[in-house]
């Protein structure tokens, strides 16, 4: 069977990554049908560039991949980039991760990379007493960072912030940080993946201090964000990079009432609990089951997402900073 031409770009579904980490869990179920052969799972990236698309006729194809191949009718004509630009994860923290910080675009950039890490997390669940550590307390100094770090005790100088379910954090690039274990957090972020640890809890893994240090902003926009509450959708975040938003589906939806009054963009529809299903003239219909993610290109065709059974649809969508769409 040949492919079909790009320009042809139906709803697809992601095939989900899963990632190794030092601080995840062996056992993914109830949240993912995963056990680990070896190393523990932290991450699930869902958008991630070696993720696969799972439907359609490029089935199978690296999304770095169809990026490069179809970007236009992936991310509409005006979009300044030609890569994906958002990487989305679930992650599961059994312990604590390092104490990190990422750089922002221009940092990067300047490190040969074409953009930095802003980034937020969606509470999916999260248990009593859960915390993260967001930002460094105020007046400390760099000078107190580098010598915190060498003597181990950077963890006191760090904010501990509460999460609950459904908490919206941002973390802008340059914030000190670290995820505690407690709660399951879905991260939207930019398509980039520069870590500088500070502090890793004596692990035998790599620092960047110098880095980090680099990286690091004494102040920041970092912090819980409000829900803002529309007439047919919740925007739990509108950034400069990404904006996430929870939107009902009684019954089924058309996409141009998912769109709302936003022009056709490529949207990401993750399912937090429940499934849906998404049809349309001239493409078979794409099944999206609880925690699976659906990508909706710039160029689709018009469509209906049917709520099979207890769907909580989050949709997400890449922003673009002033003076770059």
């Not at 070696?50 to 439907?55: D, H, N, W």
């Not at 049917?306 to 769907?311: A, C, D, K, S």
Request: glycine share 10%; net charge negative.
């Amino acid at each position: 069977m040949s492919a079909a031409p790009v320009s042809a770009l139906f709803p697809f579904r992601i095939e989900p990554h899963f990632d190794p980490r030092v601080w995840g869990y062996r056992d993914l179920r109830p949240w993912f049908d995963r056990v680990a052969d070896e190393q523990p799972i932290g991450e699930v990236w869902l958008t991630g560039d070696q993720c696969l698309v799972g439907t359609g006729p490029h089935a199978g194809k690296r999304l770095d991949t169809f990026f490069r191949e179809a970007h236009q009718q992936l991310l509409g004509e005006n979009a300044p980039e030609r890569e994906s630009p958002l990487l989305i994860k679930v992650l599961f923290a059994r312990e604590k991760l390092s104490v990190q910080v990422h750089p922002d675009d221009v940092l990067a950039q300047k490190a040969g990379q074409p953009r930095g890490k802003t980034e937020c997390w969606y509470a999916l669940a999260a248990e009593p007493g859960a915390q993260v550590a967001l930002g460094l307390k105020p007046g400390t100094t760099l000078d107190q960072v580098r010598q915190q770090i060498a003597d181990g005790t950077l963890e006191g100088s760090l904010n501990g912030v509460p999460v609950h379910q459904g908490d919206m954090i941002f973390v802008d690039a340059g914030t000190v940080h670290s995820i505690w274990p407690g709660a399951v957090l879905l991260e939207t972020q930019q398509n980039c993946d520069i870590t500088y640890r500070m502090f890793d809890y004596g692990r035998p893994r790599e620092l960047h201090v110098e880095p980090s240090l680099e990286a690091t902003k004494l102040q920041t926009r970092a912090g819980k964000v409000a829900p803002q509450q529309l007439a047919d959708r919740t925007v739990l975040i509108a950034s400069e990079y990404f904006r996430v938003e929870r939107v009902p589906v009684n019954g089924s939806i058309p996409s141009a009432a998912l769109r709302g009054d936003a022009q056709p963009n490529l949207a990401y529809l993750f399912a937090a609990a429940g499934a849906g299903r998404i049809s349309g003239a001239g493409f078979e219909a794409v099944d999206l089951p609880e925690r699976g993610i659906v990508a909706v290109p710039a160029a689709s065709p018009e469509f209906d997402l049917e709520n099979r059974g207890g769907l909580d649809l989050i949709r997400i969508t890449p922003e673009w900073p002033e003076g770059r769409a």
